[in-house]
């Protein structure tokens, strides 16, 4: 049986994004799914749909703070708001770390996901800087990247080849439709079905035929 593949468009400002990455990351050994991870930026989407951050409204805002944390907990994902999150938010440009993760995909793919995951450790839960050249190297580091390779992927990021992937990538996000992020897209029976969030996964599960087993499910043992 083909196995469905599910493209996960992300930037690492957004927390909703964790959350939904490290979920699908979970279902990928339990889903009949190939997970393709696609490193976008959030500002280009926001821009061009003219959609605004939840920190511009605020009873919107108020809501995340409260949301994020509930979810934080469901998902087990360590999201943690500090008392200036939304200065953090709208304070910080994700443009170059998502370029730095675009570089990593382009040369060394097997290192995405964790290099994805600790530039959000760095944002969401340590509240450290993730725009500037030596808070990036810090999070290679973190992720197990040598210093060479670290620093061949920081001078990538002014490159045309990265900043035109980055931009290729963002602008599929959205012809299918995408405003915000995460973005979600199955290919599913000859068409693409996107989902919007993290809180959509149990739906995305039901319309490619897969049984929705919670936040953290259980790795099925292999057979024998």
Request: with cysteine.
């Amino acid at each position: 049986m083909a196995r469905t593949v599910v493209e996960l468009f992300y930037d690492v400002v957004s927390p909703y994004s964790w959350l939904g990455f490290e979920v699908l990351c979970r279902y990928q050994h339990v889903w009949n799914i190939d997970l393709r991870l696609r490193p976008a930026f959030l500002g280009g989407i926001m821009q061009a749909t003219g959609n605004k951050p939840p920190a511009m409204l605020p009873r919107r805002g108020e809501y995340m703070l409260k949301d994020i944390k509930r979810m934080a907990k469901y998902y087990q994902v360590p999201v943690k708001i500090s008392e200036d999150v939304f200065r953090r938010i709208l304070g910080t440009s994700s443009l170059q770390a998502m370029r730095f993760i675009t570089a990593i995909d382009m040369t060394e793919p097997r290192y995405l996901e964790h290099l994805s995951r600790e530039f959000w450790m760095r944002f969401w839960s340590q509240h450290e800087d993730i725009s500037q050249p030596d808070n990036i190297l810090t999070v290679a580091r973190q992720a197990g990247l040598t210093s060479e390779l670290s620093q061949k992927l920081l001078e990538m990021i002014s490159t045309p080849a990265v900043k035109n992937r980055l931009k290729e990538t963002t602008e599929e996000a959205l012809k299918y439709g995408a405003f915000g992020m995460p973005a979600v897209v199955a290919h599913f029976h000859g068409e693409p079905h996107l989902f919007f969030g993290s809180d959509r996964l149990e739906l995305l599960g039901s319309i490619i035929g897969e049984k929705w087993l919670g936040p953290v499910p259980s790795v099925p043992s292999p057979k024998m």
